[in-house]
């Protein structure tokens, strides 16, 4: 049994009746999958809001149709209000548990550079997600990845440095940064600013000498 749960109630209403299910604070989903035909459903609006927001796009959900049918599912799509953000629309997928699904999991970088910390370079983020083949039992809510071993500017992280299983297949690209110590753009501009005068300054010696030779030859 998941850690998270939902229920939900057969839907009757389609087409442009379905407005009036969120007038009664409700709203309509569907839930689908491989073995599954397609159920049309309804959501009382607050439990599907926290169940959404704890269980993210990864984590399986129990949902239970009228107390009758249960479906392990994750959201695959949430539709919302672009003003508001209030939910309009959710499709739920129903898990066959013993068959591989691609979906993107988050990445979320934790742990201190000694760099960082000295205020000699920061950290940018590249991909903030990963994209794999897993098997449902084998679904995670995110992925944690240290950067406390970037200590040199230019040092990264790829994706071929995340070792997730022989089980999970990453389908990015090997070489996709997910992390870069980098320099901070303060220094970056002092230095620019040190390399255009040093060369200005080199093309102004050749100028000098040449004079100081013209003037040996007229003495």
Same mark, same amino acid.
């Given at each position: 049994?998941?850690?998270?749960?939902?229920?939900?109630?057969?839907?009757?209403?389609?087409?442009?009746?379905?407005?009036?299910?969120?007038?009664?604070?409700?709203?309509?989903?569907?839930?689908?999958?491989?073995?599954?035909?397609?159920?049309?459903?309804?959501?009382?609006?607050? #439990?599907?809001?926290?169940?959404?927001?704890?269980?993210?796009?990864?984590?399986?959900?129990?949902?239970?149709?009228?107390?009758?049918?249960?479906?392990?599912?994750?959201?695959?799509?949430?539709?919302?209000?672009?003003?508001?953000?209030?939910?309009?629309?959710?499709?739920?997928?129903?898990?066959?548990?013993?068959?591989?699904?691609?979906?993107?999991?988050?990445?979320?970088?934790?742990?201190?550079?000694?760099?960082?910390?000295?205020?000699?370079?920061?950290?940018?983020?590249?991909?903030?997600?990963?994209?794999?083949?897993?098997?449902?039992?084998?679904?995670?809510?995110?992925?944690?990845?240290?950067?406390?071993?970037?200590?040199?500017?230019?040092?990264?992280?790829?994706?071929?440095?995340?070792?997730?299983?022989?089980?999970?297949?990453?389908?990015?690209? #090997?070489?996709?940064?997910?992390?870069?110590?980098?320099?901070?753009?303060?220094?970056?501009?002092?230095?620019?600013?040190?390399?255009?005068?040093?060369?200005?300054?080199?093309?102004?010696?050749?100028?000098?000498?040449?004079?100081?030779?013209?003037?040996?030859?007229?003495?």
């Amino acid at each position: 049994m998941s850690e998270h749960t939902i229920t939900a109630q057969q839907r009757t209403v389609k087409g442009k009746q379905v407005s009036q299910i969120r007038t009664k604070g409700l709203v309509p989903g569907t839930v689908y999958g491989p073995k599954s035909t397609p159920v049309n459903l309804q959501f009382e609006y607050r #439990p599907l809001q926290l169940a959404l927001m704890k269980a993210g796009g990864t984590s399986i959900i129990d949902l239970t149709v009228e107390g009758d049918q249960t479906y392990q599912v994750i959201a695959r799509e949430v539709q919302r209000d672009v003003v508001r953000g209030n939910i309009l629309h959710v499709d739920f997928f129903a898990l066959d548990m013993t068959q591989k699904m691609r979906v993107d999991i988050p990445l979320i970088l934790f742990g201190e550079s000694s760099a960082v910390v000295a205020k000699k370079g920061i950290m940018i983020q590249g991909s903030n997600t990963v994209t794999v083949e897993i098997l449902p039992t084998q679904l995670m809510h995110q992925i944690e990845v240290d950067v406390s071993g970037l200590v040199e500017i230019g040092d990264t992280l790829h994706m071929s440095d995340l070792k997730l299983g022989d089980d999970v297949l990453i389908i990015n690209d #090997p070489e996709e940064m997910i992390a870069k110590l980098v320099q901070p753009s303060a220094a970056r501009a002092e230095e620019d600013v040190e390399e255009q005068a040093a060369e200005e300054e080199a093309q102004a010696m050749p100028e000098v000498i040449g004079r100081a030779k013209e003037e040996e030859v007229e003495d």
